[in-house]
């Protein structure tokens, strides 16, 4: 994750070069913070979908009518477990002298997943597809330029939020 770090880094200042501008550290931690989320997301996507595939594929045999209903279900909650386990460990770490509830923690996690990828995801489609006539296929994309920030941002300032330790 070091090389994920200092290559995330480069990036962020080689970016601001580009627009000529001066950021400041906490502009630039919180940009290498973003990057990592979203590496963590993308591997997030590829446990689902084979977490998805693995289900239909055990439940083939048994000619069962809803298995991807069994499939959503075990993708998300093992994909979500993955996702928080390494946003725990690498993405939202605590600082010395601060404290986090783990259980607490995973708890907001399955929140803000449940709201941002299942609620508001379907509401956005809804808009993108019934409202404006925006493609199936396109509306997914959509939902995830919302989707990612918006859970970038839940996820820091909400599930991983730490408070100082009182010792």
Do not use: C, H
Not at 19 to 47: D, M, R, W
Not at 80 to 85: E, K
Not at 105 to 113: E, H, Q, S
């Amino acid at each position: 994750m070091e090389k994920i770090e200092k290559g995330a880094k480069k990036l962020v200042l080689l970016f601001f070069r580009m627009i000529k501008k001066q950021p400041t550290e906490k502009t630039v931690q919180n940009l290498i913070q973003f990057i990592k989320f979203g590496i963590v997301g993308a591997s997030n996507t590829v446990i689902s979908y084979l977490i998805n595939i693995f289900i239909l594929y055990i439940l083939r045999p048994y000619n069962i009518p809803w298995d991807y209903v069994l499939g959503n279900v075990a993708a998300f909650i093992l994909s979500v477990l993955w996702s928080f386990f390494w946003n725990n460990k690498y993405v939202f770490t605590k600082a010395e002298g601060e404290k986090r509830s783990v259980w607490l923690a995973l708890l907001k996690t399955y929140i803000a997943y449940s709201f941002t990828g299942i609620l508001l995801t379907n509401a956005l489609s809804w808009i993108w597809i019934d409202k404006l006539g925006i493609s199936k296929f396109v509306a997914p994309l959509l939902n995830l330029i919302i989707s990612i920030p918006l859970n970038f941002i839940i996820n820091k300032l909400w599930a991983f939020k730490t408070y100082k330790s009182e010792e």
